[in-house]
């Protein structure tokens, strides 16, 4: 059977510390939670705005005999994970926010290390906004630059498990990895799930509560579940972002 290690960046071990730091002003310098990211092997430029505190979590699979969910992972096998997850210039990453007008849940990135393989990267690109987003990496998951990405988005570039034989000795090499990317200038709408080895181009919408499992074009608006191209925006030069931003 699988064996789960992990090790939280943010949870459970500084849980204390985020609590005392959300009680006063230290989460009001965002500056200040990307240096302490920086030194738990996270790369967030300089330019970059963290907005509360994402969940980062570095796990390890393993098909070994016995089941552990949670054991943590040691100094040296945490040096494995240092710089798979980045953060570009002036992006904007938000958590749990109660300011209006949108909903919000905690951002988590979690890069996931699949047996002998390397850990999955999360490469997030430059002036990319998005809150309260889950992404999970056994390959890679790449957000190009000035991608937008709404609340409650799924991106994962593996299921986690396995359709037959779960559980057994070889479920984790018999995983299906397929990388995933978001195009430049392209927009994620709310609670929208990205499925592995999707590849949305470069411009495109989608949707709101989308499920795509198919790669979509450049300049493609798709929408619903499983998600279907209902237009094209190959003829408009700015991205999608950018419009919404000028209307």
Same mark, same amino acid.
């Given at each position: 059977?699988?064996?789960?290690?992990?090790?939280?960046?943010?949870?459970?071990?500084?849980?204390?510390?985020?609590?005392?730091?959300?009680?006063?002003?230290?989460?009001?310098?965002?500056?200040?939670?990307?240096?302490?990211?920086?030194?738990?092997?996270?790369?967030?430029?300089?330019?970059?705005?963290?907005?509360?505190?994402?969940?980062?979590?570095?796990?390890?699979?393993?098909?070994?005999?016995?089941?552990?969910?949670?054991?943590?992972?040691?100094?040296?096998?945490?040096?494995?994970?240092?710089?798979?997850?980045?953060?570009?210039?002036?992006?904007?990453?938000?958590?749990?926010?109660?300011?209006?007008?949108?909903?919000?849940?905690?951002?988590?990135?979690?890069? =996931?290390?699949?047996?002998?393989?390397?850990? @999955?990267?999360?490469?997030?690109?430059?002036? %990319?906004? /998005?809150? $309260? *987003?889950? #992404?999970?990496?056994?390959?890679?998951?790449?957000?190009?630059?000035?991608?937008?990405?709404?609340?409650?988005?799924?991106?994962?570039?593996?299921?986690?498990?396995?359709?037959?034989?779960?559980?057994?000795?070889?479920?984790?090499?018999?995983?299906? =990895?397929?990388?995933?990317?978001?195009?430049? @200038?392209?927009?994620?709408?709310?609670?929208? %799930?990205? /499925?592995? $080895? *999707?590849? #949305?181009?470069?411009?495109?919408?989608?949707?709101?509560?989308?499920?795509?499992?198919?790669?979509?074009?450049?300049?493609?608006?798709?929408?619903?579940?499983?998600?279907?191209?209902?237009?094209?925006?190959?003829?408009?030069?700015?991205?999608?972002?950018?419009?919404?931003?000028?209307?």
């Amino acid at each position: 059977m699988p064996t789960y290690r992990s090790k939280f960046v943010s949870l459970p071990d500084d849980q204390a510390f985020y609590r005392q730091a959300e009680e006063g002003p230290f989460l009001t310098d965002p500056a200040h939670v990307a240096n302490l990211l920086r030194e738990r092997g996270v790369s967030v430029d300089d330019s970059a705005v963290i907005s509360n505190v994402p969940r980062i979590c570095f796990t390890s699979v393993q098909d070994e005999v016995g089941y552990s969910v949670y054991k943590e992972l040691n100094e040296k096998e945490i040096d494995a994970f240092r710089g798979v997850i980045s953060i570009g210039k002036n992006s904007f990453i938000e958590s749990d926010s109660d300011r209006p007008p949108f909903h919000s849940a905690c951002t988590k990135l979690t890069s =996931v290390k699949a047996n002998a393989n390397p850990p @999955g990267k999360i490469t997030i690109g430059d002036r %990319v906004q /998005m809150m $309260g *987003v889950a #992404i999970v990496s056994y390959s890679h998951v790449e957000i190009c630059d000035d991608v937008g990405i709404a609340p409650l988005v799924t991106i994962m570039d593996c299921d986690g498990h396995t359709t037959e034989g779960r559980g057994t000795d070889t479920e984790i090499a018999r995983l299906e =990895v397929l990388p995933v990317k978001i195009g430049n @200038g392209s927009w994620i709408g709310t609670g929208a %799930v990205i /499925m592995k $080895g *999707v590849e #949305i181009g470069k411009n495109c919408v989608v949707s709101a509560n989308s499920v795509v499992f198919r790669s979509v074009p450049d300049g493609s608006i798709v929408m619903g579940n499983p998600a279907r191209i209902i237009k094209s925006l190959k003829n408009q030069k700015t991205s999608p972002l950018s419009r919404s931003l000028m209307d």
